[in-house]
């Protein structure tokens, strides 16, 4: 049954458009194993667990584990929380959960366990997927601590790395799970799987304020935007995947789970991207698709290693979540000769706009390329009225096939994320000139973009505030070359007490916070600069910073 927020006859107009289909990734897959069972579907770099997973193994190990999943009892609609690094396994598990109508909660590896129980509580999960160890330490301890902290009868389920398949021993709450057998697992699975229209995973986004949101998704969404960037990338069968970002976001979800699962198509994945190991990998597997944020591409030309290695099998680089500077991304195509393209969009919305081959590089690095069709952009200015003409400069607006279903069980999130008569808003200020290409030239949310992370200044705001020796806080964006930008808090103490970076981000630690989240410079004052209407000047802050890294 699709989901109630997407009815039929939108759903019907969609695939007559043919942007989306009747197909699930579990159906192209199981094409796959019967077609070429013993090509690469993933391959993991060199020191990763796992080696080489065929499509046939692909296939019959995620039916192994969906069937395990049914048999300990999960329900079709259960949702889970998976908290795996990327590799071979956290895709089996993701199309596991597909074949067994389950709905996966993604939840990023490096998140903390203040995020990590949130997640789950907020989505309603009954059980949590990991490896036996997590954070450093035995995931089973987490559980322990998470079914006292708000998350009462969580199970919890380990599973090994797809290495060890065919003999790999899930774990449930403990107790070994043994495989039904291929008569068992039909007869379990029959009439549970997902459709394409069905919400299939629930991941977060970082919100301006609080903890994250949740974001629903359907497949069909993804398929579409394959389609996209298939034909911005001139994608083939013949093309070898590397995803750098993490697979339960958006940008890791098409690049690493449904583009190359409906090529066919080997991906290239590592459990933590680290420049030397990558880059030696894109020469050892022929890589010619590379998927990654500005930063990763920027350690990469940074690397002695870069003019060292022969890059040359490189034809496309996807980029984005970040601004793409247009020098760094000029010397990438200059020195690999392939080409830079990006998407401009969210979790939430998809995509609005994209570079293509056929761009100039002008096009390809100045803007974030030219609006989608079939996304219907809009663009309101800041009192939601919609504009007309060209340029148009505001904030920009769409609603098509590559958008969410919206946030979960939060009304005000989606007030703020829908206008009221549907179409789904971004948080930048941007400039569509008359041909239709659109350019980022502002943000209208207090959110640090750190290397493709979204950072909410607010939400750490919040959690520094709580520091006994904090008085007021203030988080803002400095300038960063590799990063594009980096967290520094300006703080004001109890009686001038003095604190450092360290008791702060020990702190922030022993709080549950993520280590993304962390600050990296603090200065204290003994007050924070005000706005005419009482506000703290953020602008002055900015300002501050970047007059201190230049006498620096």
């Not at 997927?129 to 954070?135: I, K, N, R």
């Not at 497949?219 to 990338?233: K, P, T």
């Not at 022929?286 to 920027?298: K, M």
Request: hydrophobic share 45%.
């Amino acid at each position: 049954m699709a989901h109630p927020m997407f009815d039929q006859a939108l759903i019907d107009a969609y695939v007559a458009a043919g942007w989306w289909g009747t197909e699930t990734l579990g159906d192209v897959v199981a094409r796959h194993a019967a077609s070429r069972p013993d090509a690469p579907a993933y391959i993991a770099v060199d020191g990763d667990p796992a080696g080489v997973l065929t499509w046939a193994q692909y296939h019959e190990c995620s039916s192994q584990l969906a069937a395990v999943l049914a048999q300990a009892g999960l329900g079709p609609g259960d949702r889970l929380g998976v908290v795996l690094p990327d590799g071979a396994t956290v895709h089996t598990v993701f199309l596991a959960a597909e074949k067994a109508g389950l709905v996966v909660v993604g939840i990023g590896a490096r998140a903390g366990p203040a995020e990590v129980r949130h997640l789950l509580a907020r989505t309603g999960a009954t059980v949590l997927v990991t490896h036996a160890d997590l954070f450093g330490g035995p995931a089973g301890d987490l559980v322990d601590s998470l079914r006292v902290n708000g998350v009462p009868g969580l199970r919890h389920i380990v599973v090994p790395d797809v290495v060890d398949f065919p003999d790999w021993p899930v774990l449930v709450d403990g107790a070994p799970v043994e495989w039904p057998g291929v008569a068992g697992a039909a007869r379990l699975l029959t009439g549970r799987a997902l459709g394409p229209d069905d919400l299939f995973m629930i991941n977060s986004t970082s919100g301006t304020t609080g903890l994250p949101k949740c974001v629903l998704h359907t497949e069909n969404r993804w398929f579409y935007f394959h389609q996209l960037a298939a034909a911005a990338g001139a994608l083939t069968s013949d093309d070898v995947f590397f995803g750098a970002v993490p697979a339960p976001f958006g940008f890791g979800l098409w690049t690493a789970h449904f583009s190359p699962g409906v090529l066919g198509c080997p991906t290239v994945v590592a459990a933590k991207f680290d420049v030397e190991r990558t880059l030696r990998a894109v020469v050892a597997h022929r890589v010619s698709v590379l998927a990654c944020v500005s930063t990763q591409f920027i350690m990469m030309l940074n690397s002695p290693l870069f003019d060292e290695l022969d890059l040359s099998s490189l034809r496309v680089m996807f980029t984005g979540g970040e601004a793409v500077p247009f020098a760094r991304a000029a010397a990438f195509e200059d020195r690999t000769g392939a080409k830079v393209l990006q998407f401009y969009g969210s979790n939430e919305t998809g995509v609005l706009s994209g570079t293509r081959l056929t761009d100039s590089r002008e096009r390809r690095f100045g803007t974030a390329g030219r609006v989608i069709d079939a996304m219907a952009v809009r663009v309101y200015d800041d009192q939601g009225t919609q504009m007309t003409g060209a340029p148009l400069v505001g904030i920009p607006a769409c609603k098509g096939p590559a958008t969410c279903v919206g946030y979960l069980d939060d009304d005000d999130a989606n007030a703020q994320l829908f206008t009221d008569d549907g179409w789904m808003l971004m948080g930048d200020v941007v400039e569509i000139d008359g041909d239709g290409y659109l350019r980022v030239i502002g943000r209208t949310s207090d959110i640090i973009i750190r290397g493709g992370k979204n950072i909410s200044a607010p939400a750490l705001e919040a959690e520094i505030a709580e520091h006994p020796d904090v008085d007021l806080v203030a988080a803002v964006s400095m300038p960063d070359e590799t990063f594009g930008e980096r967290v520094c808090v300006y703080v004001c103490t109890k009686d001038a007490v003095p604190i450092t970076l360290s008791d702060v981000t020990g702190f922030l630690a022993r709080r549950g916070v993520g280590r993304e989240q962390f600050p990296e410079r603090l200065i204290q004052l003994d007050a924070l600069p005000r706005s005419s209407g009482g506000k703290v000047a953020k602008g002055e802050l900015r300002a501050d910073i970047r007059k201190r890294l230049g006498a620096e």
